[in-house]
């Protein structure tokens, strides 16, 4: 129902920042509440961050709060994720997935209706 893609992973020394983007298409985007994700290798899926329908609510997870910064713009059909003072750990494939019914706590169950490709994020220390 809603197509996603990422953009904007490459490749950054640590303490350094990137922003990455997930342009959604054919759907209204308001009507979608909005996460992300990345998986490192070697490693399972983890939830990184999540915005709800308008903006208003935002929740992250406790190895990213601080650091990254998760915003959408519904007239752009577009949600970033700032990525600031990246870690070699911060390495992974960062996905961006949607909702049109549930929200945070969903997410955080690693759920959700629609995903994109992903984008690489690898960080050197």
């Known amino acids: 129902q809603v197509q996603l893609v990422e953009s904007g992973g490459g490749l950054v020394q640590a303490g350094g920042s990137l922003r990455l983007s997930c342009a959604a298409s054919?759907?209204?985007?308001?009507?979608?509440?909005m996460g992300w994700f990345r998986q490192a290798p070697g490693k399972e899926r983890e939830f990184v961050a999540y915005?709800?329908?308008?903006?208003?609510?935002?929740a992250y997870a406790d190895s990213v709060q601080g650091r990254f910064v998760l915003s959408r713009d519904n007239a752009k059909n577009t949600a970033y994720l700032q990525l600031n003072n990246l870690k070699p750990e911060d390495t992974a494939v960062y996905y961006c997935?949607?909702?049109?019914?549930?929200?945070?706590?969903?997410?955080?169950?690693?759920?959700?209706?629609?995903w994109g490709q992903g984008t690489q994020v690898t960080v050197s220390s």
């Open positions: 997935a949607a909702d049109k019914k549930y929200g945070n706590s969903y997410y955080r169950q690693l759920r959700a209706e629609y």
């Open positions: 054919g759907d209204t985007f308001s009507s979608y509440t």
């Open positions: 915005i709800s329908y308008s903006g208003g609510s935002r």
